[in-house]
Nanobody, 122 residues
């Protein structure tokens, strides 16, 4: 099970950190990632990280502003979001996939958590 938390309301230019805790299964051994879905839009890839942390991917729209990390002992992945923009407003979902490396291909992620709402006001 993947449990996301930490969403909320923040002003543009502000920061927020969302977390995703894994329980049960073998998620701690899998790449993990974040996706988001804004109202009326399709779900899109945000960031992904391998187990080792050596492979990290970001969507172009968040590069330089968001940082993904994971704590293996805590079975938790984090998404630090800085310099937030109103267009970052979305429900953020965490996911895990079998294999070694993350991918931007949403269809290749195997396990999904519930979302957490992030709202950025202008």
């Amino acid at each position: 099970q993947l449990q996301a938390s930490g969403g909320g309301l923040v002003q543009a230019g502000g920061s927020l950190r969302v977390s995703c805790a894994a329980s049960g299964g073998t998620f701690s051994g899998y790449p993990m990632g974040w996706f988001r879905q804004a109202p009326g839009k399709e779900r899109e890839f945000v960031a992904g990280i391998s187990l080792s942390g050596n492979s990290i991917l970001y969507a172009d729209s968040v590069k330089g502003r968001f940082t993904i990390s994971r704590d293996i002992a805590k079975k938790t992945v984090y998404l630090q979001m800085d310099t937030l923009k109103p267009e970052d407003t979305a429900v953020y979902y965490c996911a895990a996939k079998r294999g070694i490396n993350p991918t931007q291909d949403m269809g290749r992620w195997d396990f999904w958590g519930q979302g957490t709402q992030v709202t950025v006001s202008s």
